[in-house]
């Protein structure tokens, strides 16, 4: 029988785990954009925050998939003892399940992982689904996506995978900072995820690009409705904002 390292992390491992929830109207206003992540981009860039990640480097297990949540954090690392011995020891290197312990619903787990071997398979998603969390954004590899995707927990990831990450992974750290294909999140951020990609925004500065995001929506309304209306093609690409 697999044993796992659920409370064998070091004391260390742990960072806080009473960050507040992100504030409900700020999480509605992110939701009620159109083109998530590409609108929340551009408000972004203009505000000097460098946090999107397209699909092409974190693909979603499910295309249809839109989230928006706070990030928790976990951080693997390859193991060192070979696949070999690691059988033999029957101890899993994988803790992202004390990660799970700690969510709250509408959390979004985000893994700084392995890649080519899986960081995050069906038992784990199946307990996240359980414990309210609304997906996984997983820099390295994911298994089981079939069964992911039809309990409802979309999985963003580098790589799909086959082989397990039991004997190959080691989770050495839960809710502190990580980074995710180069971008650094911390616990508590802002995650928002679509078919186009994904964005981290620092929980500080959460308020300003959704404002910005919102303007830059109003201006491509109008810009789309002088469209509809027959325009001049000029007229359509002076300065929008």
């Given amino acids: 029988m697999t044993k796992t390292t659920l409370g064998k992390l070091p004391a260390n491992a742990f960072g806080m785990l009473d960050l507040p929830a992100l504030p409900a109207d700020v999480l509605e206003g992110f939701r009620a954009l159109p083109d998530l992540t590409g609108i929340a981009s551009d408000a ?37 003892a070979s696949v070999p011995d690691a059988v033999k020891s029957g101890v899993s290197g994988l803790g992202e399940i004390e990660g799970h312990n700690l969510a709250e619903p509408g959390d979004v787990i985000v893994l700084q992982g392995v890649d080519q071997v899986s960081n995050l398979g069906g038992i784990s998603a199946t307990i996240g689904h359980r414990q309210g969390e609304i997906g996984a954004v997983v820099d390295g590899g994911a298994r089981d996506v079939d069964h992911s995707r039809g309990i409802g927990y979309p999985i963003w990831s580098r790589s799909v995978s086959p082989i397990t990450g039991k004997w190959r992974v080691q989770t050495i750290a839960i809710n502190k900072p990580v980074s995710i294909c180069g971008v650094a999140v911390n616990p508590g951020d802002l995650v928002l995820a679509d078919e186009t990609g994904v964005c981290f925004i620092p929980r500080g500065r959460a308020v300003d690009v959704l404002q910005r995001a919102q303007r830059n929506v109003a201006a491509e309304q109008a ?17 929008a904002r």
């Fill in 44 to 80: 972004m860039d203009e505000l000097g925050i460098v946090g999107a990640i397209p699909a092409a480097m974190l693909r979603p297990t499910d295309p249809t998939a839109r989230i928006v949540g706070r990030a928790l954090t976990v951080r693997n690392i390859a193991a060192t």
């Fill in 223 to 239: 810009r789309e409705a002088k469209i509809a209306s027959g325009a001049p093609v000029p007229e359509l690409f002076g300065k």
